[in-house]
């Protein structure tokens, strides 16, 4: 299109973008009052003199015609002209800024790699190098992680393992102090993976008047990619847990296509599946595997490449999750004995070795039945008075007992359980819960995930029967729904489930609220209300169960079927999977890439979990190797941050230990520890296509203008259009365009006919 426009009208079309329309041959007032009288006349004597017989349709036509023929022959000896600013010779200097990263290796322009393409662009003697030296001052640089100024292309290797694209805008700009920079050219596959703010470094150069002129490197149409790019993995699982992986898959230049996916734990493979993934997009997989022991574990999935691959390097990303052999302790709090109660406890106590129930059944007024107490002073006076005995658990359940048996207090300690201490909270139906139960004013009902209504004064709810449980589109990858190993014998475990009971139908669920099983009404199904919903709050996470007898999905199926028992044992552990402890540490990221710096974090808090400042932290780092540092950890005093911080350089590859240890004075406060992973994967081949979005984005932010490799020709000329201090404006004629020449025959040729027509031709 752009040679198009050149052929017709002399010039590119950024020469009229940037340029103002003027004449070179002004004639005077006088002149031109001449040339209209004479036009007049001419016109009159031609089509309007009298005896003159003439189709007055044609008539308007034919005067036209003349008119515009004749003002166009009088603009066209005006010389019309196009006035443009341009750079004066050697007066000033251009950055070229190449990508010298592992990208652009990548062999996708017309059989050469990227490098090899930008290699032949800026040859010595190549049109485009001599076309910037012409009016120039240029000055070669290449940029990975670093930038640095060479002499000559071929130095370029394409060997950097990241691309700090904003720190190599700003090194430029830093490099030419002194120098007239008028631009900075770009060749790059548009690859940006270090957390520097390019935002920032855009603004700048726009502030400067430095335009970014982006050529961009990688054909999208020849790249051809399955991508692994994305991991979500829980961080944290008790023993005998699943881990049920979230990946995000992206297939490039690819259709549907079946895409198959292979874990291992500890470079052991332990895992291999087949999913469906279309194509030009992302889509998520879900992949659930059971660890064998506890750890720390390194997983690494892997897609297995397919035909015609332009990279295999980003089909593989690893993750590290630790399995914890400890045992969290759950308060259960029930109002009344019920089956519900009962058959939770025995489908806990059947196969589960970490988690210890702990529960509270009012029996009567003033008297409490414990069970999974470690002492006879546990809860001995009934359900927890103060923070710092509640805090001591990791989850708590609330069951059917009403909200008057709490003092405020321990209503507001409850709230404060799931926001500062992050525990988790599961609230299940009954006759007197939620509703029922009179929480709607109370602080039970900011943790819920359900909205409340006030029903104080009004009937008991009727209960209502026959529901099926039904799992979302949300709630079939859920670690809580998993009744089985296999996602297909999950999802028919759950078919075959009893009908239950809901007390009481609560619909309107909560903004980030996510429901994950759904009740749908037997009698006519259709109606579906919720029946399990999670949401987080502060630091911990909350869940409401409105089924009261999800016992019938132990007593009236077969006796071998263990749904109900995996339900339960799945929630509860669920429930506490995050809750973290009154002192912890954790790297920044889970996996690291060789050469980032590793961040790490503290908390250290008091039994209400209210932040320790002035505790003596230090960590111990054990590296692969066998040795280990020790740094100190400083606390953060910064707005709303309550933890200790401390940075670290990794010099080896593998799996690295966290050991912290906390004092105040000579008193110990307590330990923690953590992992973090290091790897040699490199970030570079990452959303290797080429980002065309985002050097067209910089381009326009700056001032300057997106070439594809294909047009990169042009850049020489049209850079040359800028203005600024070192350049001139110059006058380029527009009188001898060839579409001039056409527009003259076409509106002669038009007279004529018509001319003829009428038989005056």
Known sequence: MDQLAQFFLKHKWSVFAKGELSFAARPSLAVITILAALIGLLVYY???????RLNSKWQAGLIALRLALLVFLIILLMRPVIVVPSIIPQSSAVAILTDDSLSMQLEDENGRSRIQAAKELLAPHADFVRG???KFKTHLYRFSLTTEKIKEADQLAATG??????????????????????????LTDGAANTPRDLTAQLRELRARNIPVFTVGLGSPERFKDAELVRINAPRRLLVGSAVIAELLVRLSGYGPNKVTIAVSEDGKAIKTEQFEVKGGEAQTVSVEFTPAAPGAHRYTFQITPLEGETTVENNALEALVEITDTHPKVLYIEGEPRWEYGFMRKALTRNEKNLILVSILRSADGKFYRQGI?????LESGFPKTEEELFAYQGLILGSIEANFFSYDQLKNIEQFVARRGGGFLAIGGSRSFDAGRY??????????????DLAG???LPEVSNFKAVLTARGRAHPVTRLSEQRELSEKAWNELPPITIPEVLVETKPGARVLVEARSVRDGQRTVPLLVEERYGRGRTLALTANDTWRWRMELDSKNTSHENFWRQLLRYLVSTTPGPIEVSSERDVYVAGDPVKLRAEVNDKKFEPIRDAQVKVRITKPSGSSIELPMQFNFGEEANDYLAEFNPDEMGLYQIELTARRGAASLG???SHFLVTNRTREFHDAAQNIELLKRIAAETGGQYYPLSQARDLPEDITYLEGRNSERVSKDLWDMPINFIVLIGLVSAEWLLRKREGLA
């Open 671 to 673: 330990t923690a520890e």
């Open 161 to 186: 393992t990241a691309t700090d694209l904003a720190g190599a805008l700003g090194e430029v700009v830093k490099d030419a102090t002194g120098l007239p920079l008028a631009a900075i050219i770009l």
């Open 440 to 453: 709607a004013n109370t602080p039970i009902a900011a943790l819920l995930p359900i909205y409340l209504d």
């Open 46 to 52: 031609l089509y309007l003199r009298p005896g003159l």
């Open 458 to 460: 009004e009937p008991e």
């Open 132 to 134: 910037l030296e012409a």
């Open 374 to 378: 470690e002492n006879p002073q546990e």
